[in-house]
Nanobody, 125 residues
Framework: VQLQASGGGLVQAGGSLRLSCAAS????????MGWFRQAPGKEREFVAG????????AYAGPLKGRFTISRDNAKSTVYLQMISLKSEDTAVYYC???????????????????WGQGTLVTVSS
């Protein structure tokens, strides 16, 4: 199983980025997907989650309205659209896959079976 995250980079405050995470080696529609991030010196934190169909989504409270998670099951890819970026959004962003279709909200962190390698987002002020 591989989760290949991409799309990170350097962006000015107020700018936008779209991260992608391409999954392979698994049946994508059997997995709920999530994005997490880890800033320097901080613990990894939940950013957003999405159900297997895309009909259910969840966000970390402060990020709702600026970040949008989506997925394309035909491409086995999950996305994270980020707008109005702030310096505090600077982090390594990780995608993750949690087995199972039941959606009762975002899975807990320890439910995720697979993790990508991360993509660095740097927001300059």
């Amino acid at each position: 199983v591989q989760l290949q995250a991409s799309g990170g980079g350097l962006v000015q405050a107020g700018g936008s980025l779209r991260l992608s995470c391409a999954a392979s080696g698994l049946t994508f529609t059997n997995y709920r997907m999530g994005w997490f991030r880890q800033a320097p010196g901080k613990e990894r934190e939940f950013v957003a989650g999405i159900s297997w169909s895309g009909s259910g989504t969840a966000y970390a409270g402060p990020l709702k309205g600026r970040f949008t998670i989506s997925r394309d099951n035909a491409k086995s890819t999950v996305y994270l659209q980020m707008i109005s970026l702030k310096s505090e959004d600077t982090a390594v962003y990780y995608c993750a896959a949690a087995y199972g279709r039941l959606w009762l909200g975002p899975p807990s962190r320890d439910e995720y079976n697979y993790w990508g390698q991360g993509t660095l987002v740097t927001v300059s002020s």
